[in-house]
C-alpha cells in the first residue's frame, strides 16, 4: 500500500467516477482502475463497487476511505513541517436545506480555514440528495430537520445508510414573510390567517413526498401555492406577491437583508434541526471546525 494508492481512492471517491478521477490525476484510467483493483487485492477488501451504474464506496470502503484521509492529511502535515512544503488543495463539502444559519457557518470556515487554495462546496438542495450525498461521501456533513410526522422516513434513511443525527436546535415553527405583508405587525398567526396569501415551499423534485418536505405541516391543503428551486427567490416571491413559508424562524439580516421577517405561527409543532455524518467516521478537521461554526451562527 502507497500513499499515492490511498490519494487515488480520495480522489474516485470525491468524483464518483473512475473515469473523471483519472482526468484530474493526470493519469490514464486503466492505469488508475489497476492500481486501486491493486490495492483491493492486498487489502483483502473491496473498496469500490461497480455497477451499470457507475462506481459507489462499499461499506468497507466507507471505513477504509476514513483511514485513508486521516493518513493522507497526516503525510502532508509532515511535509509541510519538515520539507515546508506547500500546503495541498483542501476539500470540504456539506449539504443542506436552505438555511440562513448554515451559509454564516460556511462563510466563518472559510474566512478562518481557507488557506491559499481550496475547493469548498456548499449546496442547498433537496432533503434526498443530502442523505444520498452524505452517504456517497459527495458532503462529509448534511443539514436537516426532524419531526414527529418525517421522523419515522428519515430515521429509517438514515439508519440504512449508516448515518447518524445529531442534534443542533429545536424550534417552535414561524413564518417568513414581507415586512409590508399585513400580518407582520401580529404577535402570532394561525393556518386560517394564512389562507388568503401564497404558500411558498422548495421543490423535492421525484422526492416530493409530505415526509421530504423542507416545510413542516406538508400535508396541508393549500388554496394558493408555489414551489420553488432557490432560496433567492423564494425571498423575492415572498416580497413581491406578499406569499409566506413555513420554517425556523431563524434568520441573518446580513444574508437575507431587513425585509422578510419571522413570525411565531400557532400551532403545536416543534422542529428538530440537526447535521448528519457517517456513522463510522470520524469528522475531518474542516468538518469538526465548521459543526463549531454551526454553533456559534445559531447561537
Known amino acids: 500500500m502507497t500513499l499515492q494508492q490511498l490519494k487515488y481512492v480520495i ?137 414527529e410526522f418525517n421522523g419515522k422516513v428519515i430515521n429509517k434513511l438514515l439508519k440504512d445508510a449508516n448515518l447518524q443525527f445529531n442534534s443542533l436546535f429545536t424550534a417552535k415553527p414561524h413564518i417568513f414573510i414581507s415586512i409590508r405583508n399585513p400580518l407582520a405587525k401580529q404577535p402570532a398567526v394561525t393556518i386560517e390567517e394564512l389562507k388568503h396569501y401564497p404558500y411558498l415551499s422548495f421543490d423535492q423534485g421525484e422526492y416530493n413526498s409530505f415526509h421530504f418536505s423542507e416545510e413542516i405541516l406538508s400535508t396541508l391543503n393549500h388554496p394558493k401555492s408555489i414551489r420553488v428551486n432557490d432560496r433567492a427567490t423564494l425571498f423575492n416571491l415572498l416580497i413581491g406577491l406578499n406569499g409566506y413559508t413555513i420554517s425556523t424562524g431563524v434568520l441573518s439580516a446580513d444574508l437575507n437583508g431587513n425585509e422578510i421577517i419571522p413570525v ?19 469528522l475531518t478537521r474542516l468538518g469538526t471546525a465548521y459543526v463549531e461554526a454551526l454553533k456559534e451562527a445559531i447561537s
Open 264 to 282: 411565531p405561527l400557532d400551532c403545536e409543532e416543534s422542529i428538530h434541526v440537526g447535521w448528519i455524518s457517517h456513522r463510522s467516521m470520524p
Open 11 to 147: 480522489e474516485v471517491a470525491k468524483q464518483g467516477s473512475i473515469n473523471e478521477a483519472a482526468k484530474r490525476l493526470f493519469i490514464s484510467q486503466p492505469s488508475l482502475s489497476n492500481a486501486i483493483r491493486d490495492l483491493e487485492l492486498e487489502m483483502q477488501i473491496t473498496i469500490f463497487e461497480r455497477s451499470n451504474k457507475g462506481i459507489t464506496l462499499s461499506k468497507d470502503g466507507i471505513e477504509f476511505l476514513s483511514y485513508a484521509r486521516q493518513v493522507v492529511e497526516q503525510a502532508e502535515l509532515l511535509e509541510t513541517r519538515y520539507l515546508h512544503a506547500k500546503p495541498s488543495t483542501q476539500h470540504f463539502s456539506v449539504s443542506t436545506q436552505h438555511y440562513a444559519f448554515a451559509v454564516n457557518a460556511f462563510v466563518q470556515l472559510v474566512q478562518e480555514h481557507g488557506q491559499e487554495e481550496y475547493e469548498f462546496a456548499l449546496r442547498e438542495t433537496k432533503t434526498y440528495e443530502i442523505i444520498e450525498d452524505v452517504r456517497n461521501l459527495r458532503s462529509e456533513i448534511g443539514i436537516l430537520y426532524l419531526n
